[in-house]
């Protein structure tokens, strides 16, 4: 993944892990730490708030209530004398603003005094069945305090007290609680019900503040709202008995010595659910006077809200702050990345070949530096390239001439490098093996190439490393039907810079080999010739000098030898023609043969021979006479040789034509027979020296290979043309071609270097 990141992405990657991501988690643990830092410094200023505005409460209500319980406790009012009583809790009730309304009542509830508005007003109610005079019935040591009430939305509550007999002790250091518990040895009189506002203490919860948006709220002892900021809740005297802020004070408030309890008594903010289901930071305070609890809240987002808003607007800059960073890390790492990718760009195109990019980068920083020493490196490659490019045309040039030298070469060359693997070869030893080119042995072992041919697979690396030549004389391998014979040499080559190890030079003696074969077959062959008619003319003389011998016989016998003399003569004129040949001192004296008679005469030679094999040897002449310019012993060798041939190569009984006939200003003899024949694939050997038929052909048949050679050249000294048709098993036509005689014509001899000598030059 982060390797297939462009340096780009890689940057800006790196900025993130390196300087987003710690700076954000800085700001969370900040974040985290300045939250419960600000939960304890809340829940200080709401203990705090919360006890001392208890405490103000507790405070307003005991003075009101004192001043009813002191008041209840007057002679005056005691004696619930009219008059009196009148003048005295009119006095109280303007020296006590908030006493809104003061009804003093006889013990069965009939009012006695009225003092409403700063005035007497007539007392003519009865109070009996009001909540406050209830307070005459209960057995408390508290008087009794009222829910809160509304008298034109000024809130108030209704304290009531018993007036009794005993109320005034003459002593004005008593406490409520001790005045009311003694009661009970005092007989009941009356009661003093008083409503005194409570706008203060309304002001005060309804208006306390807590943080943005915290407030206070008062419930009484059965946890049902008296003052709530909300007004409904208020009205509707909601019961919140189950928050569990309420039920915590409401568990307070429900002990007996509840003075003693508030003295001691701490706030515990804790995060609980609110009435509206809001998390809210809350405690609460008991007001021991009326029973009553304050519960302070406080909205855990309105307490966290300095901090979120600092971190609302550290997000704010943050995130207005992370574009432009990027930007700018952007800018800034476009003057790095850019110059790196114009190095890359660089690098790319060299690795494709392009040398003659160049960078521009400016400065003197690094990568400038870096760009510098590409440019020069690439200015050195292609100055390198283009001298590589020279001589490697001159290699070229020079590989394609030695591959044509080589080419040229009748010898097979092969370079074998340190692998022994073919580096370079010719045309010649890729005929050798029989290979289309010689480029298809490159790259190929040479162990491949020959074991290939000799399937004994003779050879072995090791032989090339033997000595600084080796040779291998004489490898006779077989090319499909073709036996060949090869001469090997391979010369080693050391410390070679080009790599070349080996060179290999392979030479076909097949032809030598051959040639020498066929001398050897020759010699035999020609001394089992020449012994055949001398034995033969030897039985012959014997049997002539015999006594019994007729006169008839006699004569035959001598038929006979003389016909083997023949052969001899032929045998030796061959024989003394192929060393004239060979040592070019062949000379033709071309006269003016009577070719006709010339032919009937050759053809009458053979008609012993031919009858020996019942062979019927016929000579076909066109009725003109033919003369042809040409040396008769010559010629006569070459009729005699073919005409031998036909009746040799034919079986008994056959018929043998020798036919001469005009063509244009030449002569044409053909010999033909019905014999063996010649195969189609001997025929372009046939006038190869020494050559002779193998196989069924030469079975039995005796015969030295040279008649045919010694004829063609005989025939084209004369500048003549000699050449058969053959049908193997059907038989041949041997035909040669020479120059008519025309009269007027001078004699000339024609030497074996092919110069002409004419009349007195002879
Ligand atoms: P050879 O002494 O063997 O006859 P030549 O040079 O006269 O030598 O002939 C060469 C070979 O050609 C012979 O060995 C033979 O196989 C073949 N040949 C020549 N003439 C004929 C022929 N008329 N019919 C068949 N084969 C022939």
Redesign the pocket.
Known sequence: MWVQLGIRYKVLLLFFLLSIIPLASLNAVWLRYSQGQLKIAAADRQSVLVASIAQRINIALDSQIDAVVSTSQDGEVISLEPSTAQSKLLQYANETTEVRRVVLTDRVGKEVAVIEDGAVQAAVGDSSTSEAFEVVRLVSNRPLVSAIKFDEAVPYVTVSVPILTQGNLGDQSFTTIEALARRFSADIRGALIVDISIEEIWTLVSEAKLGDSGYMYLVDSGGRVLIHPNQELTTERRDLSSNTEVKDVLAVLREFDLDAVVKQFKPDPTISTSETGVAVLSSSFPISQTRWGLVAQEPISSVYNSVNRIAVTALTIFLIAVPLMVLLVLGSARTIIRPIRQLSDGVIRMSSGDFSHQINIRGKDELALLAGSFNAMSSNLQALLGRLRAQNATLETEHVKLQAVLNTMSDGVIVLDGQYRIVLTNRTMASFVRAKDSKELYGQSWLSVFNLLYEEKLFTNEQLKKGDVAYFHDLSIRIGDEQRYLDMTAARIYNDPSGIVFILTVQDITPRRELENMKLDFVSMAAHELRTPLTAISGYLKLIDESDTTAEDRSSYIDLASNNTRMLEGLINNMLALSRIERHSLVIHKLKLNWTELVREEVHSFQFMASTKSIELITQVPDETLFVKGDDMALREVLG?LIN??V??SEDNQKVTVTIERTGNSVKTTVS?H????PEPLHSK?FTKY???KGG??TNSQ???????ISKSIVEAHGGKIDFTSTFGQG?N?YFILEEFKEGEDRQQINSDGTIMKGEQI
Do not use: K, Q, V
Not at 675 to 678: F, K, L, V
Not at 703 to 709: D, E, N, Y
């Open positions: 040789n041939n036909a040799h190569y027979d014999g063996i024949g010649i046939l050559y002779r038929a052909l030469t015969g030295t290979g040279i008649g045919l050679f041949s041997f």
